[in-house]
């Protein structure tokens, strides 16, 4: 560790720089993940995240190098279990001088005492992102014990690309953000219940998603049986220009089988085609999702462009 370096934690005043070094990082280590700073200030609100507790900035004079954000879950996982998500990133100009390990080591300490608070009985675990293969993180983590547990593949599509029709038996319509949140946290946390790492979302935590400046309800889909129930659901955002991010796709489990999220997200694409507002839709996808999705995605002309790995501890 070096004496030039001053400790600190995130804070509204520091979000023009916290943007310009996680667009750095995006760069760098080629993952794609871009933000506006509208996008980043958001996550200093989010419910069950404190900055001045859970997130730090390491500065070099009026430079931020390094940046580390804590997510504690506030709801057991379906194994009953807590999972804390310690994310963040090193300047490259700074890398190999022990920022990282220091971290890592600040976010874990906070996230064994937060646990504490929150559930003092469940057993917890750690999680991070590993990066693309050769991800100088994995390096990093793997030192420190975690493991690759899952990967997910990055999918995009052109717009408007080749014409689909994808037809239903159910209604397709726009959802509204005054109306149909809760209709659709339930529908999600149904449709998630069986899927590898979840978590389901209590009404604090959707509030946090569903309420995001960065949502395009104008071009997501639900499909609805005749009382209105939710059976499936695509849900877009935007966070660079001319670019369309499907955040998540889901079928209540007893509605699987028809179809309903393929005629869905074709219905998103070609909403988004017709604006003249989006080159490309992009989607990330669990490379071993149990309702094979990954298949669907490529029937609806989307292809891979990059694979990432989630990796993993149990805390001590």
Do not use: C
Request: aromatic share 8%; glycine share 10%; hydrophobic share 40%.
């Amino acid at each position: 560790m070096t004496d030039e370096l001053t400790w600190a934690h995130l804070t509204p005043g520091t979000v023009p720089q916290w943007t310009d070094l996680t667009n750095l990082l995006a760069e760098v280590d080629g993952t794609e993940e871009l933000y506006e700073a509208d996008d980043l200030a958001e996550e200093l609100t989010e419910h069950g995240f404190t900055p001045e507790l859970d997130s730090w900035a390491v500065w070099a004079g009026e430079q931020m190098v390094a940046y580390g954000q804590l997510r504690v879950g506030v709801e057991l996982d379906r194994e009953g279990r807590l999972r804390a998500h310690l994310g963040g990133g090193v300047h490259p100009d700074w890398r190999g001088r022990g920022i990282g390990r220091e971290l890592m080591d600040r976010m874990e300490a906070r996230a064994t005492e937060l646990a504490a608070e929150r559930f003092p009985d469940a057993s917890v675990y750690w999680r991070a992102s590993g990066g693309l293969e050769g991800a100088s993180v994995r390096d990093l983590l793997s030192r420190r014990g975690y493991e690759v547990v899952r990967y997910f593949n990055l999918l995009g599509r052109p717009l408007p690309g080749d014409p689909l029709a994808v037809q239903t038996d159910a209604t397709l319509i726009t959802p509204d953000p005054a109306i149909h949140a809760e209709a659709v946290r339930v529908a999600h946390n149904a449709a998630f219940a069986d899927h590898w790492g979840n978590t389901p979302s209590g009404p604090e935590r959707w509030h946090d998603s569903w309420t995001a400046r960065s949502n395009r309800f104008d071009v997501s889909t639900l499909a609805v049986a005749p009382e209105g129930r939710v059976l499936a659901y695509v849900l877009a955002s935007q966070w660079l220009p001319r670019e369309l991010y499907v955040n998540i796709v889901g079928t209540i489990p007893d509605a699987r089988g028809r179809g309903l999220a393929a005629a869905a997200l074709a219905r998103t694409i070609g909403l988004a085609a017709a604006t003249g507002e989006y080159d490309v839709v992009e989607l990330d996808v669990d490379s071993d999702s149990p309702t094979g999705a990954t298949r669907l995605y490529e029937r609806l002309g989307f292809t891979l462009k990059k694979t990432w790995a989630t990796m993993q501890r149990d805390a001590l």
